[in-house]
């Protein structure tokens, strides 16, 4: 279970209500919202009675053992696996984003509309803006009452050439299963700059991060590895 699921049986963990060990995981940083330092107490307190809590990433782990003291944590890499993929090597002909948390389709969409890179954006649509009206063309806005299959998923991002992981500014981890996604279909990757993904995919020559809101920054990005060839079939084969 994640982090939100487990307060209550850590707690009584503490008192002795519960024997039975329990493992959670860390998904996003705790010390956040309003009133955070209030929340600290509570936070030492659960992870008194939590006896593992590996975390998704090393800015969550450490912010465990700060809070703890405990040796209790550490990252825990998520990465894809190969068996479960329909690998299948090809260059793509569009850019493609979807995905859930945080995601900021419409910086995305103003800088593909400033491009004539084909663009799709897949969402749901309590994440539709009436903004997406003003897109061209070239960026298509594809919404739907709820997430669709992932096997489906999986074959759109397989004819996409890059796979575009936007996302306003949050102190929550985010994007990481599309990252995964990428990188077990050989895709480029443009991903919103973060602390929370421990992967960086420029010094990995996989992708190209961007600036939370930075609409010209991802357009830059966009016409940069689209207009390569060459770049983009080898930032998806690494």
Request: charged share 20%; hydrophobic share 40%.
């Given at each position: 279970p994640c982090q939100t699921q487990t307060w209550l049986l850590s707690y009584l963990r503490v008192i002795g209500l519960v024997r039975k060990p329990i493992v959670s995981m860390g998904h996003h940083p705790f010390v956040k919202g309003r009133f955070p330092k209030l929340r600290i107490p509570f936070l030492r307190w659960s992870f008194?009675?939590?006896?593992?809590?590996?975390a998704l990433s090393e800015y969550v782990a450490n912010e465990i053992r700060s809070l703890c003291k405990s040796t209790r944590t550490k990252p825990l890499f998520w990465g894809p696996d190969m068996r479960y993929y329909a690998y299948k090597p090809s260059l793509g002909n569009y850019v493609v984003v979807s995905g859930r948390t945080g995601r900021d389709y419409l910086t995305f969409g103003k800088a593909a509309n400033q491009t004539n890179v084909p663009s799709k954006i897949i969402c749901l649509k309590r994440d539709y803006k009436d903004e997406f009206t003003s897109f061209g063309n070239n960026v298509e806005v594809v919404c739907h009452d709820k997430s669709i299959d992932y096997h489906e998923m999986c074959e759109i991002y397989q004819n996409a050439r890059i796979i575009a992981i936007p996302f306003v500014h949050t102190h929550n981890l985010c994007g990481l299963t599309s990252l995964?996604?990428?990188?077990?279909?050989?895709?480029p990757v443009i991903m919103t700059k973060t602390e929370f993904i421990d992967l960086d995919i420029e010094k990995e020559g996989i992708g190209i991060w961007v600036e939370s809101g930075d609409e010209e920054g991802?357009?830059?990005a966009i016409e940069k590895i689209y207009s390569d060839e060459n770049l983009a079939q080898q930032m998806g084969l690494k």
């Open positions: 008194a009675g939590t006896d593992a809590y590996p995964t996604d990428a990188l077990a279909m050989g895709k991802w357009r830059n």
